[in-house]
């Protein structure tokens, strides 16, 4: 099985701040990674495909960088609304597998 | 709109069983591969199982294969988890999610508001 890895678990910021999440894979996966928001009691929300396809709807503050085996999601300024946890999930093979995610919080 | 809403969760006690709904709307249905995604309360997501829109490939995740069986019906638009022999690790929140209409990849474009299943005594 394919194992994610995201650091940090956790990062305090504030609003404005440029933010990077990273996602390690145990193998390479070429591009096959997705990033994913979630909010509290909310399902999560699709936001970078392919490491780096935007989905649409989702604000250009969002980029998805890497190959291989080693990822980036980044905002580039920080907004209230994107106070939140992030997940990434490897589909080069079965079994999927997700990061244990990044929680964004208010510095 | 596309619309993915699960029903069935419950409390039930170890060793139980539970069968899982999602009903589909706004989308084509029968041409596009669904699973289920579970979230265990205050921790991360884990892929449950994976069915194609012909039934014809289906895989599990290792914690529930054997236990777990998905399925879908294409003239109703619904897709399915039966739960055998729960366990008190399977208790969580299970989302029922849409890949992509089109291409071979399996991320998540559409999700459904989860339905929450307990295992407990």
């Known amino acids: 099985d394919i194992q994610m890895t995201q650091s940090p678990s956790t990062l305090s910021a504030s609003v404005g701040d440029r933010v990077t999440i990273t996602c390690r894979a145990s193998?390479?996966?070429?591009?096959?990674l997705a990033w994913y928001q979630q909010k509290p009691g909310r399902a999560p929300k699709l936001l970078i495909y392919?490491?780096?396809g935007l989905e649409t709807g989702v604000p250009s503050r969002f980029s998805g960088s890497g190959s291989g085996t080693e990822f980036t999601l980044t905002i580039s300024s920080l907004q209230p609304d994107d106070f939140a946890t992030y997940y990434c999930?490897?589909?080069?093979?079965?079994?999927?597998?997700f990061g244990g995610g990044t929680t964004v919080e208010i510095k | 709109e596309v619309q993915l809403v699960e029903s069935g969760g419950d409390l039930v006690q170890p060793g139980g069983s539970l069968r899982l709904s999602c009903a589909a709307s706004?989308?084509?249905?029968?041409?596009?591969?669904m699973a289920w995604v579970r979230q265990a309360p205050g921790k991360g997501l884990e892929w449950v199982s994976y069915?194609?829109?012909?039934?014809?490939?289906?895989y599990y995740a290792d914690s529930v294969k054997g236990r777990f069986t998905i399925s879908r019906d294409n003239a109703k638009n619904s897709l399915y988890l039966q739960m055998n022999n729960l366990r008190d690790e399977d208790t969580a929140l299970y989302y029922c999610?849409?890949?992509?209409?089109?291409?071979?990849?399996?991320?998540?474009?559409?999700w459904g508001q989860g339905t929450l299943v307990t295992v407990s005594s």
């Open positions: 999610a849409r890949r992509p209409a089109y291409g071979d990849y399996v991320y998540f474009q559409h």
């Open positions: 706004g989308f084509t249905f029968s041409s596009c591969s």
């Open positions: 069915i194609s829109s012909g039934s014809d490939t289906i």
């Open positions: 193998q390479s996966i070429s591009t096959w």
């Open positions: 392919q490491a780096s």
């Open positions: 999930q490897q589909y080069y093979s079965f079994p999927l597998t």
